[in-house]
């Protein structure tokens, strides 16, 4: 770690935390700043189990970087690949190619392919139920007309698709282990595919872009707004007004701490479930964060940042351990 950090210095600069909560300082730390192909840059998964964060392409690209979590150093990058996500039961991890227009499936132990089905129209980001073991997979064409596709993740073969929301898809989509919804924005239009006729319809609310399985609760930007939401009964309970649209949206399911990336700001809020601004994670200056995957077990989230004045990218390692703390707070010690 000491030797990425040395090689670092110039680069990225070193994050500034801000606590914003009363009582002891922040247990909230940058562990390690991880430089990346900018081909790597798009959707960040973790794979708690074997301790690795995967940072794929769709971006600004098509290649796919792996993390060792024990140690913060690249283990490979994989090429094309675009968008990823985990199935943490079969330590598999899913990814489209692009204009490859296939869906590969990669043991996580090996790293190898181990299955791969073509689809065409640009497989990008890809999101995963592990409830009803399935993984949803999005395209990036940039036709206007982008398609889903769902896959079995025990069989790795297609259920359905292509599924036609009929609009460009630019954030990737978030799934439901409860409902088994996928949420979709497609054209700018907020949409949800039904888990057994896979039929296509409008919510009315807006991007959702991270949910907690635990609680379920959807967290969605309407503009400037965060919206919470009751998973069942999609009622909208909490609204929050920001000063910025976040770029991705993140949850720590054991501290219920909901991660907003505020590009224009270089920084990260930190929010309870209830809509409360528990803390902001200020990053150094040209330092923008984009998207990001969060290890709840570990208390990390995994940060993809682009510095603005190189034009380079790498993935930032934050430990939030800040609520452990208080007593009564989710995921503190009590006896």
């Known amino acids: 770690m000491n030797a990425i950090r040395a090689s670092l210095q110039g680069v990225i600069s070193t994050a500034i935390l801000v606590w914003g909560m009363a009582g002891p300082a922040?247990?909230?730390?940058v562990l390690a700043t991880v430089p990346i192909p900018t081909a790597s840059a798009g959707q960040v998964a973790v794979d708690p189990a074997l301790n690795v964060i995967y940072a794929g392409g769709g971006q600004n690209g098509d290649s796919l970087t792996i993390i060792d979590g024990s140690n913060f150093t690249i283990a490979t990058t994989i090429s094309p690949s675009a968008g990823v996500s985990s199935d943490m039961k079969n330590d598999n991890f899913w990814?489209?190619?692009?204009?490859?227009?296939?869906?590969?499936?990669?043991?996580?132990?090996?790293?190898?392919?181990i299955s791969s089905t073509s689809v065409g129209s640009?497989?990008?980001?890809v999101t995963f139920d592990c409830s009803k073991r399935r993984m949803w997979v999005a395209s990036q064409c940039g036709s206007g007309n982008d398609p889903v596709w769902v896959f079995d993740a025990n069989k790795l073969t297609p259920i359905d698709g292509p599924i036609?929301?009929?609009?460009?898809i630019k954030q990737p989509p978030v799934v439901s282990?409860?409902?088994?919804?996928?949420?979709?924005?497609?054209?700018?239009v907020s949409k949800e595919i039904n888990p057994t006729s896979f039929a296509v319809s409008d919510t009315k609310f807006g991007?959702?872009?991270?949910?907690?399985?635990?609680?379920?609760?959807?967290?969605?930007?309407s503009g400037n707004n965060l919206q919470i939401i009751a998973g069942h009964t999609e009622a909208i309970s909490k609204t929050v007004?920001?000063?910025y649209t976040p770029a991705a949206i993140g949850v720590n399911n054991a501290m219920a701490h909901v991660y907003l990336l505020n590009p224009s700001g270089n920084s990260?809020?930190?929010?309870?479930?209830t809509g409360k601004l528990l803390s902001t994670i200020i990053l150094g200056s040209d330092t923008q964060p984009t998207s990001l995957a969060v290890d709840s077990v570990r208390g990390r989230m995994f940060v993809d940042v682009l510095n603005t004045a190189l034009n380079s990218w790498a993935v930032e390692v934050i430990e939030d351990l800040s609520s452990v703390r208080i007593c009564g707070f989710p995921g503190s010690c009590d006896y």
């Open 207 to 221: 991007t959702v872009l991270a949910i907690d399985s635990n609680t379920n609760k959807l967290f969605a930007t």
């Open 122 to 125: 640009c497989p990008a980001a």
């Open 95 to 113: 990814t489209g190619s692009l204009s490859g227009g296939k869906v590969t499936v990669y043991s996580g132990d090996s790293n190898t392919p």
């Open 268 to 273: 990260i809020d930190i929010y309870s479930e």
């Open 164 to 168: 036609v929301p009929s609009g460009t």
């Open 26 to 29: 922040a247990s909230q730390n």
């Open 241 to 243: 007004t920001l000063t």
């Open 177 to 188: 282990p409860n409902t088994g919804k996928l949420y979709v924005t497609s054209g700018g």
